[in-house]
């Protein structure tokens, strides 16, 4: 196992049982390690782009645009501006004379024909080394047209994606504050880091609802940019995937004073737990905390005996979990326990000393903690615990099929919903397809270890 692990690395993977834990975090990535993590245009893109009724122009390289809805399937209920993929194409001469005059251009004509609510414009690499003047251009066209045209200092040298949240947080600030909130229910909220991949925060939004709560913003899945501009008037922010909006949430604690709690919406535990948590701050009204303990009773009535079929087969099993937001891996090392398998393996690209903490916590003995790895260091990984399913995003599918394992898509590009009771079945369903598919029986390590 060491001689895959760089030394630079080695504080950033502890085995929970071996020394008190210790485990170095949020460092920048060690070169030629070849990273899992992206850059910092990468963070605050992905987290903008699922405003549906904005224009989103990458201004750089045609290259960057690679980073375009398809990156992360987030699904909108009207519109669907934010599918379009818009760069500048930055040339040579443009590097050279500096781009200012193509970007008026590109607004102007993308604002014209589409006629958005707002624009997003992106700082990339090169436009950070060359000093195009984005803030200017930005406001210039703002005042010419009269729509709000946001720069986003994302220039991805600057670090890596979870410098891109921040960047992504500041720009979307700049919004809020700016529409009425007169309408808006005292017992209200505002849904944070959720990005309605499979269209998941319309069952959060409709728990929500049952329980007499009102959403005034969805941040950013299947987002609006008026719905954003009157979310100071919430009386709560709800925060999922911390390290992508949880910047924005302290924001307008510090400037609205709206508290915010973290949640997750994977798995039952932290489902339920999410609900309570919010019928909890709205003390004053009992229907609430009432209305979702209902819900809670209801779902699982009918999702418990489902599960346990799949149980019987999956005891014993073991899961290895990589994903970009630590706090997914708290909820998938739960439901993992629920269906009776054991998690060996855990880590994530963006987590923090309190994330790592907390999965030390609720991990068992023996498994490996890791932060930021890279494919060497995960394959070996997976074949010293010998797992039989590995959870992450596509740049971890190759490495579980090369090496003979199943694998579950947890990231963007995935179809399936798995947030809220029925995602939870959803999920269960997928990790015994997968683990008990009869193809892994002919795979070579299989072979091997029979």
């Known amino acids: 196992m060491n001689e895959v692990i760089f030394q630079e690395r080695a504080k950033q993977i502890h085995r929970k049982g071996d020394a008190p834990f210790e485990l170095a975090c949020n460092k920048e990535s060690l070169a030629g390690a070849v990273s899992q993590r992206a850059c910092v245009f990468c963070g605050s893109r992905v987290v903008l782009y699922p ?119 500041k720009a979307m600030f700049r919004l809020v504050g700016t529409g009425d909130t007169t309408e808006i229910s005292p017992h ?21 609802e049952r329980m007499g709560i009102e959403v005034v913003a969805n941040i950013t899945g299947d987002g609006r940019v008026g719905d954003i501009a009157r979310a100071h008037g919430a009386a709560l922010n709800v925060v999922q995937c911390s390290g992508a909006t949880m910047d924005l949430a302290k924001m307008m604690k510090e400037d609205y004073d709206i508290p915010f709690v973290r949640v997750s919406y994977f798995g039952i535990e932290d489902m339920a737990e999410a609900l309570y948590k919010v019928a909890h701050f709205f003390k004053d009204d009992s229907e609430i905390l ?35 937001g630590a706090f997914k891996a708290f909820s998938l090392v739960k439901a993992f326990r629920l ?53 992450g ?34 999920f269960a369903k997928e990790v015994h397809a997968t683990v008990m598919s009869p193809v892994w029986r002919f795979v070579p390590r299989r072979e091997i270890r029979q």
């Open 51 to 169: 405003i549906a009724d904005a224009v989103h122009l990458v201004h750089g390289p045609i290259g960057c645009a690679a980073y375009t809805w398809d990156i992360r399937g987030a699904l909108s209920s009207g519109p669907e501006l934010h599918r379009l993929s818009f760069s500048t194409d930055l040339q040579e001469r443009d590097v050279i004379f500096g781009g200012e005059k193509k970007l008026t251009q590109a607004l102007h004509e993308l604002i014209d024909r589409h006629h958005p609510n707002a624009a997003f414009v992106y700082s990339t690499c090169i436009v950070g080394i060359i000093g195009d003047d984005l803030e200017g251009i930005c406001k210039k066209a703002s005042q010419e047209k009269g729509i709000p045209v946001i720069p986003v200092m994302s220039e991805g040298f600057k670090g890596n994606k979870r410098a891109g949240y921040n960047a992504a947080c």
């Open 188 to 208: 209200s909220i505002n849904i944070l880091g959720d990005f309605n991949l499979a269209g998941e925060i319309w069952i959060i939004r409709e728990y929500f």
């Open 290 to 324: 009432h209305r979702a303990q209902q819900i809670v009773r209801e779902e699982l009535s009918t999702l418990y005996p489902q599960l346990q079929k799949y149980r019987q087969d999956l005891q014993g099993k073991k899961a290895a979990i990589y994903v970009g």
């Open 339 to 391: 269906l009776g398998m054991e998690v060996v393996m855990v880590g994530s690209q963006t987590g923090t000393s309190e994330d790592y903490r907390e999965l030390h916590e609720v991990t068992d003995e023996g498994t490996i903690i890791v932060d930021d790895s890279n494919p060497l260091e995960l394959s070996a990984f997976l074949k010293e615990k010998d797992v039989d399913i590995f959870v």
């Open 393 to 426: 995003g596509v740049k971890e599918r190759p490495i579980a099929y090369k090496l003979g394992l199943g694998f579950c898509d947890h990231n963007h590009e995935r179809k399936e919903a798995l947030e809220g009771f029925v995602g939870m079945l959803n």
